[in-house]
């Protein structure tokens, strides 16, 4: 199964990456959802997500990486260095930013840049702690037309993480751990959130 999914991407590899991509992202949402304990999932919410992710992320990511093999081609640790360092310097802001921008704009916020000034920053230090690490192997070992769908994976568990920020949480590793630990006892909706919708 695996091979004929490898053959898939190698023959259709903007499409294969890009579905996958935002799959797993939007499904980030749906795994927060379900740790946050709600009786029903908000599919509303969910559709917002997968808009911003197959619309930018999936797209952004797939034509990123090919700008850096293309300017920074091979594993060498210097060329995985440099593409390491523009990607988060980079890509990684940016993400984070249409991220927040994108989905408050499709939920109606009148700030739609609220969520951003106040989660940015914390948001962006705590992927210094994980995208660095993820990002070596991608640039490393995996081959570059599954590098949009080996990101998408591990984007997986990030996107739950930003859906859990966007909703309730800061952009702190701090408060998901203690969302982890005690979902349920952690606000759905934030009171930026509560209020925009007044």
Known sequence: MIKAILKQVKRFPWVT???LYGSL???????????????NIDWKHTRNVAVVAFSFHGNFNFFWMRFLER????SSARMVLRKLILDQTTAAPLATSVFYTGVSFLEGKNDIFQDWREKFFNTYRTGL????FVQFL???LVPLYVRTAFTGCCAFVWATFL????????GTAMAALAWMR???????????????NK
Request: glycine share 10%; charged share 10%.
């Open 71 to 74: 300017h920074f081609p091979g």
């Open 182 to 196: 005690s979902p349920a006892s952690v606000t759905d909706i934030s009171p930026q959130s509560t209020e925009n």
């Open 17 to 19: 990456n890009v579905t």
């Open 25 to 39: 992202f939007a499904g980030g949402d749906v795994v927060h959802q379900c740790f946050s304990g709600r009786e």
């Open 163 to 170: 859906c859990f920020s966007q909703q309730s949480g800061d």
């Open 129 to 132: 702690m994980y995208w660095p």
């Open 138 to 140: 991608n640039f490393a």
